[in-house]
């Protein structure tokens, strides 16, 4: 299956198919100097395959999780590309999860103002969500993603085979941001995980949270308006993360967690419950809300002691409203389970 985001002169093909990765080659050309940044994570013979088919390939194997989006490690990628002669002719390829393609790509993005990106997302949170969108960023200190930029790859393939490495656990929060999908945009993709086996359904699942996330980025590439829908669960889920240290929840989970308290429908919200619940993902915690809101007021969408946050009052329907941030207090302390 293949899904053409639309952008004009920056679209691209997003090419969902199975066993891809061994064929990499017919899809995006590899006869060029090649950057593969993965991480320990990612089985090596993923690498290898991708390795074998490039005509000048250097790996680049980062640490695992949030702790790779550093300028460290951000530096040290860019010091690999100028100690290869690497030019605007060349290109740089996420092999990984979200993690990786948010790294490699700023670093595609900000090399020479610009070179190749392609992106082969390995996990299930990326080949849903991450990978597509232009989206691409690194941390500062306990921030998420707050330096970036918005770069479009030149393409995204997408082996669903790659999954089956995955631990339950990361395969599981991964869906979490298709289930956002569904709550947002898609009805019946909300409806498909109260009704089947995710696993059953895993191909139909990836391609209509694409289809969601392609829709939307179409409309509003740069998040002036439309986009930030996709930011549901994300803005109260990022505090949370952070408290965590970005590394004792995964990021779905809190994603997971930021949703609920945006859900104004009491049965949708224990519907959303009983989704999370089945995908093993936890539905309360507890954390401290004075800090996780510390983390809120240095959020980017916030401006002015006010940001917008996105609600859902029905399956398939997003409402954006801007609200003191106090609001979100309230909500976070509402929340707060011991």
């Known amino acids: 299956m293949e899904i053409t985001v639309e952008l004009n002169e920056r679209s691209y093909p997003i090419v969902l198919q199975r066993g891809i990765l061994a ?30 088919q490039c005509k000048r390939a250097y790996v680049c194997t980062v640490q695992q999780g949030e702790g790779a989006k550093s300028f460290p490690v951000y530096e040290m990628l860019c010091k690999m590309l100028l100690e290869h002669d690497f030019s605007r002719k ?51 200190e306990q921030v998420k993603n707050v330096i970036g930029a918005f770069y479009q790859p030149q393409a ?30 898609d009805a019946e993709l909300f409806a498909l995980f109260e009704c089947a086996d995710p696993e059953q359904e895993l191909e139909t699942i990836l391609y209509r ?17 439309l986009r930030k829908i996709l930011n549901f669960g994300h803005t109260i889920g990022h505090g949370i993360e952070s ?28 519907r959303t419950k009983a989704v999370l619940e089945k995908l093993g993902v936890p539905t309360q915690v507890t954390y401290d809300p004075e800090a996780v809101y510390a983390c809120l007021v240095h959020d980017k969408k916030a401006s002015n002691g006010h940001i917008t946050i996105v609600k859902v009052a029905q399956a398939g329907h997003a409402e954006l409203q801007e609200v003191p941030l106090t609001v979100l207090r309230e909500k976070l302390k509402g929340q707060k389970t011991e």
Request: with cysteine; proline share 3%.
């Open 156 to 185: 995204v393939l997408i082996d669903p085979d790659t999954l089956s490495t995955l631990p339950k656990r990361h395969f599981y929060n991964g869906l979490v941001e298709a289930v956002k999908a569904g709550l947002i945009y």
């Open 23 to 52: 064929h990499a080659a017919e899809y995006v050309n590899l006869q060029r100097n090649v950057l593969i940044v993965t991480d320990q994570g990612v089985p090596q013979v993923y690498v290898q395959t991708l390795q074998e």
């Open 243 to 270: 408290v965590y240290g970005l590394g004792g929840l995964l990021h779905g989970e809190c994603v997971g967690l930021g949703m609920l308290p945006m859900i104004e429908d009491e049965a949708l919200r224990a």
């Open 90 to 140: 060349d290109c740089v390829v996420a092999l990984g999860g979200g993690v990786v393609g948010d790294l490699a790509g700023f670093a595609a993005a900000s090399y020479m103002r610009g070179i190749d990106f392609i992106n082969i997302p390995t996990t299930t949170l990326s080949q849903i969500d991450s990978s597509i969108g232009g989206k691409v960023a690194i941390n500062l």
């Open 209 to 225: 949270a694409l289809l969601v996330k392609k829709t939307v980025v179409e409309q509003d590439e740069k998040e002036a308006n």
